[in-house]
Antibody, heavy 121, light 108 residues
């Protein structure tokens, strides 16, 4: 049973770069057919897809982030990471990582527990 | 349109059947997935790819799709089903993912 766990700073200053890591256990991040995704949820709001990466390194991102997001994978450490540049208070959110499964390539399961990132000076 | 639209609030009497819908142009081409999120918890996948229910999800949860509308049906709603429900799918390009705005389900 694959499990995911987010880690990273809970507080980031405005204009700096938010960096999070999602550790994958119980399975290989190099498993064929799996995409690995980041999603966020602003306080009291709905879910927002950030992007995903295939183990080969192919990435896709939500255009709403204006090219500020970058997702990478480290197969040797069995984890994948998110960097979000030039953060503002609007980037304060709970950040989740998840695996993309299913033939449609849109089902997200499982999810990490989420990590709250606050952008503040 | 590159959006998925959900009714913000839906209520159901205990033990009755409720349908939560998700509308969007991309649903004509791609399956929807459905998630349940309770306060302070991560979302949980409850139905996906038109006919798949993850292990551990009660069989009272089912999904369907017609045209540009996907539906999650809870047959015999229980008190523990009170939660926020989100749909997601691919966008019309097929490369990106979308989420609906979410539906808050109240079990009366």
């Amino acid at each position: 049973q694959v499990q995911l766990q987010e880690s990273g700073p809970g507080l980031v200053k405005p204009s700096q770069t938010l960096s999070l890591t999602c550790s994958v256990s119980g399975g290989s991040i190099s498993s064929s057919g799996y995409y690995w995704s980041w999603i966020r949820q602003h306080p009291g709001k709905g879910l927002e897809w950030i992007g995903y990466i295939y183990y080969t390194g192919t990435t896709f991102y939500s255009p709403s982030l204006n090219s500020r997001a970058s997702i990478s994978v480290d197969t040797s450490k069995n984890h994948f990471s998110l960097e979000l540049t030039s953060v503002t208070a609007a980037d304060t959110a709970v950040y989740y990582c998840a695996s993309v499964v299913g033939v449609s390539g849109s089902a997200l399961d499982p999810w990490g527990q989420g990590t709250l990132v606050t952008v503040s000076s | 349109s590159s959006e998925l639209t959900q009714d913000p609030i839906v209520s159901v009497a205990l033990g009755q059947t409720v349908r939560i819908t998700c509308q969007g142009d991309s649903l004509r081409s791609y399956y929807a997935s459905w998630y349940q999120q309770k306060p302070g918890q991560a979302p949980v996948l409850v139905f996906y790819d038109n006919n798949n229910r993850p292990s551990g999800i009660p069989d009272r949860f089912s999904g369907s799709s017609s045209g540009n509308t996907a539906s999650l049906t809870i047959t015999g709603a229980q008190a523990e089903d009170e939660a926020d429900y989100y749909c997601n799918s691919r966008d019309r390009s097929g490369y990106l993912l979308l989420f609906g705005g979410g539906t808050k389900l109240t079990v009366l």
